[in-house]
């Protein structure tokens, strides 16, 4: 399919924002007005909508995989020996207005994980099943940001029904599918010229050369810190290194577009109802393997983080993402007590590469 | 306009004051998102804060006033709770003693204030107390007499710029977690991060440098590096007039000088040339930044008086970027005590619990955690118990009626954290059972004894506050609600600016150990739920953690040194008999660990029956807190 | 592969059609004591149309909800067709008792089945080693009834079991039954001397010798606690065998059971989709404790 691109109006865009809104619950970037703080979080009205707030605190997958939530109730009577049992989760169309390409990649491997293996996760795909994503380019880096070490930005390349561009004479949007095809055959917008899609590369090659020069010049090293994860080569003295700086708090794994961990729990209701909890969980908590009895398997610190940076940088993950696991989106940074960020544990694994020398 | 789904306010699960987001629709909490503008957390949030959740949607909680009859708790409407408590508190002689007030560190300030209220000219009694309050009433006096009140001196935002970071004690990576992250990203930048810890601790291993003192001798670690400091100035004849005149000084100097390079070495197993090399740095500096742990697991009162001094002693003390900071265990343990809360040395409610005849009848008490209940049986038997509390715990057994209080994000509260910032969490779910905040509650149960206070809300409660509370006077909800809180005045004590050496005594600790009891036994270093069991138990993940080390050791465990492993011939998880030297003892399993020195053992506080079986019984160790030692003697 | 999602999976390749999201309603039919701790549950599906698709491998688990407390994994009998479907289950945490405390006549849900299972098609011909210890007899049972239902594709058949005591020996009926099938060696041993026991007293790794193992063109099933698996394949490995005939399956904590909660990873693979059946040559480039 040919990518079709059009020319709209702030004014389009709101018009579009309400239009959705009476058939999806429409998601964008907002800006807390005490804290500044932004989240990508459900609109109550068009004008809430931000596009030019920076990344937005929390990673999208919030919507698609909540922190908590309640999959299945059921209520177990002991008299009779019978259980009544109810799914607690229900699919709703949601339009996703605005997305950093670092959370639309966040979203890409999410689905690979959840949808592309040999089992279907029925709760994410029911979250996931009627979504409309609609990304939107950042025309500067945010502080940590380094998408482009990890190809999921500063511009979307895949996956978007449809994109924004913020150009001089309006949004460009580009579509991505043939549901994006629909909704725009669907208005009479000005269609793009040759001059706005010259723009476009132009907005994006300018946004590229804002990214600090650490970020651009880790590109390589992110390479090359995967061929070290993934053959094993990081010296143990690093990873005890970052493990003395684990906190435990699992933060790292809560901020992660692409962390898909979550632990399952049976709790009561008052009413003597029983709730079946859905919850995110993190490889860096030292009871995440445990098994009932007496046996840990992965005890030390160091372990629990190697494992969630194999995660994120190592070719046999990759492969079951398509892309690495990491995006670039750097919350891990902003939120981690210590200071083992994954754009911090690139710098750590390439100081041992090169025996001390950045 | 304010978002759908995200509520910013202020974690309670520990005196930072960290600033979080729920995420909730206003019924129920889904979720939490770090706060990344907070002073203090600057977006971090440690495993207890991004489980709040978990809490505040458990189903554990206390939903309606309880009555007891024919010895069971059965439902009761407010007005006949309340007029069943106001009766019968009524009927005991307050002023006499009979009426006792046990307060919690996590109520806010709202509710402590109005506590103390219902106290005093309800019950008209003065035997009250804070659950945890021993530890930081010391804290509180030594800091008065340095500073002239009692309150942290400066920021925990100093960290973030000081020179110098001293840790006394404390395991603070695991009981505050964030502030450990602060002074680690402090170390990263550059700062000096000293800590002074008997066992390597985590911050420790990410300190600049470690002093791996042997038990009992942190008091004196700390004033021999106030010797080598005061050394450093002479032999560079830099006098200090403004310190040298401060009173108390010839005294506090006189005692440094008593000390001997070879008793201290002997004592903590710190040679004093290491102190002296320390206090160079100490001389450079100049800001610094002096932190150790108040409340339950606090550290005993010489130890606090050599910190407040060194403190003074480093004529850095002015700097912005100074501070000293007693860091609280719990949420509002600053706050319970400007509020009043604390009892009279002497004469406090723990104090006529403990005394067989004392004339105590009635207890009153509000959200006490149930691994520490101290004198269960004369709770017990007492006439009359009223308990508070948001969620369900052991101590409603002990009760004759019971009242819901809200959770924290269900009503309008202010909290103190450790360093005396005062900040506000705005009710943002309905509290599904229409629980009454408990300053209504109380404003109740004064009505229903006669008095009249004319609450409507918790801003109103807060301006009574700021009247009556030295330090609270230029603040209020509306200015709380924007920004990230304030810093109480201390302007508002008149000793302000008033500074002062604390008198000490310099003692070689002598180890209590005796060839029969060859261990010195520590207590108070734990995994990261230290006393917050009875919150932590009502989540899931954290709750899993705290259960991790219990799967592996279920009878509990002691840690011991491999080298001492070695030589009682036994191995990580094996049972052995603790027995102490007042003849107390119990079966726990070993844990063998690199972390702990020769000839000393450590039990984590929140194994149940190490304090109610072990430790209790032992009245010198837990006044001690964190410094206790206790000798004992360990056999397969 | 083909994908299976919604309720019941409809994998074609496999023939099997495990129940992926929500449990399906068993009844426990009969319970019976094993060893301390140990009980054995005897389960049936009361939806005959749920029993019917209900097809499971030797080696395979299914995830059991005990409604009120929780859910965990359990490995299975080869199928409930051939030996009724029963789950045999250590009370070892807060779910494992209050499965415990039920009665006949309780219902659970069952989630699966999940997992690999055991490679029966690419060991015919061969001998079979079983090695156990303590409660390692438990998955390793469906493969030697599944074994011995199959006698004629296989070579010797030995089991070497060994328990702390003679009251902590699993299945003994089960091995006086299995006893009476022609070519099933069995040498059973306890850890310490005993009043009344005369059979042999040691370790299980003692066995080997004492069997007579053959190492060439075998196989050895071995399951049990680490220090146990470490010595046996110790062993084994001494005698010349394989390391790609030394079969064990893993245990690691399961919240899922469909490859998404990440519990189970074990080094690069997921002991719930890519296990619970590994060879030891597998086991060993999964670089963590077994």
């Given at each position: 399919m040919s990518m079709s691109m059009y020319i709209l109006s702030s004014g389009e865009i709101s018009a579009l924002v309400t239009e959705l809104q009476a058939s999806y619950d429409v998601y964008g970037p907002q800006v807390e007005p005490q804290t500044k703080q932004v989240f990508f979080d459900q609109l109550a009205t068009p004008a809430a909508l931000d596009l030019e707030a920076p990344i937005p605190s929390m990673p999208v997958k919030e919507i698609l995989f909540p922190q908590m939530e309640r999959i299945l109730k059921y209520k177990y009577d002991a008299e009779n020996q019978s259980v009544a049992m109810s799914k607690q989760y229900f699919e709703r169309p949601k339009a996703l207005f605005g997305l950093r390409p670092c959370d639309l990649s966040g979203i890409l491997v999410l689905d690979r994980f959840f949808l592309g293996q040999e089992f279907v996760d029925d709760v994410y795909l029911t979250h996931r099943r009627q979504c409309l994503l609609i990304s939107n380019t950042c025309l500067h880096?945010?502080?940590?940001?380094?998408?482009?070490?990890?190809?999921?930005?500063?511009?979307?390349?895949?996956?978007?029904?449809?994109?924004?561009?913020?150009?001089?004479?309006g949004y460009l949007l580009r579509v991505g599918s043939e549901k994006g095809q629909a909704i725009a055959d669907a208005h009479q917008w000005q269609v793009a010229t040759p001059r706005h899609a010259k723009e476009f590369k132009a907005v994006v090659d300018r946004s590229i050369d804002l990214f600090p020069e650490m970020a651009t010049d880790n590109k390589a090293w992110v390479a090359k810190v995967m061929n070290r994860i993934t053959t094993g080569f990081v010296k143990q003295e690093t990873w005890e290194y970052i493990g003395d700086q684990c906190f435990e708090c699992g933060a790292c794994s809560f901020v992660c577009p692409t962390c898909s961990c979550f632990n399952i729990e049976d709790t009561q209701t008052a009413c003597g109802?029983?709730?079946r909890l859905r919850m995110r969980d993190s490889c860096s908590f030292e009871g995440y393997a445990r098994m009932a009895g007496d046996h840990n398997p992965r005890q030390p610190v160091e372990d629990?983080?190697?494992?969630?940076?194999?995660?994120?940088?190592?070719?046999?993950?990759?492969?079951?993402?398509l892309r690495p696991g990491c995006v670039g989106c750097g919350r891990c940074q902003w939120v981690c007590p210590g200071d083992i960020g994954l754009p911090n544990v690139v710098q750590y694994i390439r100081r041992e590469i090169t025996g001390g020398q950045n | 306009m304010n978002l759908v789904n995200y509520k910013p306010c202020v974690c309670n699960l520990c005196g930072t004051g960290c600033g979080q987001f729920l995420k909730t629709d206003g019924h129920k909490v889904y979720g939490v998102s770090p706060l990344i503008a907070h002073p203090v957390s600057k977006g971090k949030l440690c495993i207890r804060g991004w489980h709040s959740n978990e809490l505040l949607s458990t189903n554990e909680r206390i939903t309606t006033p309880l009555i007891r009859e024919n010895g069971e708790l059965r439902e009761a409407s407010y007005d006949e709770a309340i007029a069943l408590v106001a009766a019968r508190m009524q009927a005991f002689d307050g002023a006499a003693g009979e009426i006792g007030v046990l307060a919690s560190a996590r109520s806010s300030n709202e509710d402590s204030f109005t506590l103390a209220r219902l106290t005093r000219d309800v019950f008209k009694t003065t035997l009250r107390g804070i659950g945890a309050e021993a530890g930081h009433r010391k804290s509180m006096a030594a800091l008065e007499q340095a500073f002239g009140y009692p309150g942290a001196h400066g920021s925990l935002t100093a960290i973030d710029h000081a020179d110098y970071i001293l840790v006394v004690g404390t395991d603070i990576t695991r009981q505050n977690p964030v502030i450990g992250g602060n002074i680690?990203?402090?170390?990263?930048?550059?700062?000096?991060?000293?800590?002074?810890?008997?066992?390597?601790?985590?911050i420790a291993k990410l300190s600049t440098k470690h002093f791996q003192e042997k038990p009992g001798t942190l008091g004196l670690l700390v004033n021999a590096l106030g010797k080598a400091l005061m050394a450093i100035r002479t032999v560079n004849h830099d006098r200090r007039a403004n310190i040298d005149q401060l009173p108390g000084y010839a005294d506090y100097a006189a005692a440094l000088r008593s000390i001997s390079s070879v008793a201290l070495e002997r004592a903590s197993g710190i040679r004093y040339e290491e102190i002296e090399e320390e206090a160079h740095h100490l001389e450079q500096a100049r800001s610094i930044v002096i932190l150790f742990s108040s409340g339950i697991s606090g550290l005993d009162r010489p130890t606090i008086d050599a910190i407040t001094n060194?403190?003074?002693?480093?004529?850095?003390?002015?700097?912005?970027?100074?501070?000293?900071?007693?860091?609280?265990?719990?949420?509002?343990?600053?706050?319970?005590?400007?509020?009043?809360?604390?009892?009279?040395l002497g004469n406090s409610v723990f104090k006529a619990l403990a005394t067989p005849d004392s004339r105590i009848r009635a207890l009153f008490v509000i959200d006490h955690d149930d691994g520490i209940i101290r004198d269960k049986e004369r709770i017990a038997a007492l006439d009359f118990v009223v308990y508070a509390c948001a969620y369900k715990s052991a101590f409603m057994e002990l009760a004759d009626v019971v009242f819901p209080l809200p959770a924290y994000n269900e009503t309008d509260g202010t909290y103190t954290a450790s360093d005396k910032r005062v900040q506000i969490t705005h009710k943002n779910v309905d509290s599904r059972h229409h629980v009454l905040p408990g300053?209504?509650?109380?404003?109740?149960?004064?009505?229903?004894?006669?008095?009249?206070?004319?609450?409507?809300?918790?801003?109103?409660?807060?301006?009574?506050?700021?009247?009556?509370t030295r330090g609270y006077g230029d603040l209020s909800h509306e200015l709380l609600s924007k920004g990230f809180g304030q810093h109480w005045n201390p302007q508002g004590f008149a000793g302000c600016g008033r500074r002062k050496f604390n008198a000490i005594n310099i003692e070689y600790w002598e180890s209590p150990t005796t060839p029969e009891f060859p261990f010195a036994l520590m207590i108070g270093k734990a995994q990261h739920y230290w006393h917050q069991n009875n919150l932590m138990r009502k989540t899931i993940v954290p709750r899993r953690e705290y259960d991790q080390t219990l799967w592996l050791y279920p009878h509990g465990y002691i840690e011991i040194s491999p080298d001492d492993a070695v030589r009682l011939k036994v191995r990580d998880k094996w049972l052995v008999n603790v027995r102490s030297s007042i003849g107390t003892h119990m079966k726990i399993a070993v844990k063998i660990s690199p972390d702990v020195q020769d000839g000393t053992a450590y039990i984590p506080y929140f194994i149940k029956n190490m304090i109610s079986d072990f430790l209790l019984p032992y009245e010198n160790a837990y006044a001690a807190g964190e410094e206790s030692v206790i000798p004992i003697q360990i056999q397969e | 592969m083909?994908?299976?999602h919604g309720n019941h999976g409809n994998c074609k390749e496999t023939g099997l059609c495990p129940i992926v999201t929500f449990p399906e309603v068993v009844n426990i039919d009969e319970i019976r004591d094993e060893i301390p701790e140990v009980k054995t549950f005897y389960l049936s599906f009361p939806n005959k149309d749920v029993e019917r698709e209900f097809r499971i491998k030797s080696g395979q688990f299914i995830m059991c909800t005990v409604f009120g407390?929780?859910?965990?994994?359990?490995?299975?009998?080869?199928?409930?067709?051939?030996?009724?479907?029963?789950?045999?289950?250590?009370?070892v945490g807060k779910v494992t008792h209050a499965l415990h405390a039920l009665k006949p006549g309780d219902k659970l849900g069952v989630r699966g089945p999940f997992g690999n299972g055991f490679p029966f098609d690419e060991i015919k011909g061969k001998n079979i080693i079983y090695v156990a210890g303590g409660i390692g007899l438990i998955p390793l049972r469906s493969s030697i009834v599944h074994a011995l239902q199959h006698r004629e594709d296989f070579g010797r058949i030995i089991l070497l079991y060994g328990a702390r005591s003679s009251k902590d020996l699993m299945y003994q009926p089960d091995i006086r039954e299995w006893q009476q099938n022609a070519g099933f060696e069995t040498f059973i041993t306890i850890d310490r001397p005993e009043e009344g026991w005369s059979g042999e007293v040691g370790y299980v790794n003692q066995l080997i010798e004492k069997a007579n193992v053959p190492v060439d063109n075998s196989v050895a099933f071995v399951c049990g606690p680490p220090v146990m698996f470490n010595s046996v394949i110790g062993e084994f490995l001494k005698r010349g065998m394989s390391e790609d005939a030394i079969i064990s399956t893993l245990e690691r904590q399961m919240k899922c059971g469909i490859g998404k909660c990440q519990h189970c990873a074990v080094g690069r693979t997921l002991v719930c989709t890519d296990g619970p059946v590994y060879t030891y040559r597998q086991i060993k480039t999964l670089g963590e404790q077994i």
């Open positions: 880096p945010f502080p940590q940001c380094f998408c482009v070490c990890t190809h999921s930005g500063p511009d979307a390349d895949e996956g978007f029904d449809l994109d924004l561009t913020k150009l001089q004479d109802e029983c709730e629990r983080r190697n494992k969630r940076f194999f995660c994120k940088l190592s070719y046999p993950q990759s492969k079951k993402y | 680690h990203a402090a170390q990263r930048r550059g700062a000096r991060v000293v800590t002074l810890s008997s066992s390597r601790t985590q060194l403190a003074l002693l480093s004529d850095r003390m002015d700097h912005p970027h100074s501070a000293v900071i007693p860091v609280a265990g719990i949420s509002n343990l600053q706050g319970s005590f400007d509020m009043g809360m604390s009892g009279e300053w209504s509650l109380f404003e109740r149960i004064a009505n229903a004894s006669g008095q009249h206070w004319g609450y409507h809300n918790a801003a109103q409660v807060f301006k009574d506050i700021a009247a009556h | 083909s994908k299976v407390a929780g859910e965990f994994a359990v490995s299975l009998p080869p199928s409930p067709e051939n030996d009724r479907f029963h789950i045999s289950v250590r009370a």
